[in-house]
């Protein structure tokens, strides 16, 4: 069974904005987009996680104790 792409932009509409974010910079970098606007997107994608709580921001003194702990 063959999917048009009509088919196919109505499923990724339909995804949480996350998954439309990832779904797009997929797209975006299949295309050969420049390495700015993949970045715009991720920034994007990593502001949506926070506002709905997917994940935790982290001081930058966590940060860098994880980083240290990692590094020996």
């Known amino acids: 069974m063959s999917v048009t792409p009509q088919q196919v932009t109505e499923a990724a509409l339909s995804l949480p904005e996350g998954d439309r974010l990832r779904v797009a910079a997929a797209i975006w970098k299949s ?26 921001p982290k001081t930058q003194t966590e940060v860098f104790k994880n980083a240290r702990a990692a590094l020996g």
């Open 31 to 56: 295309v050969g987009a420049p390495e700015e606007a993949l970045n715009d997107l991720a920034a994007l994608v990593r502001s949506h996680e926070l506002e709905s709580g997917q994940v935790t």
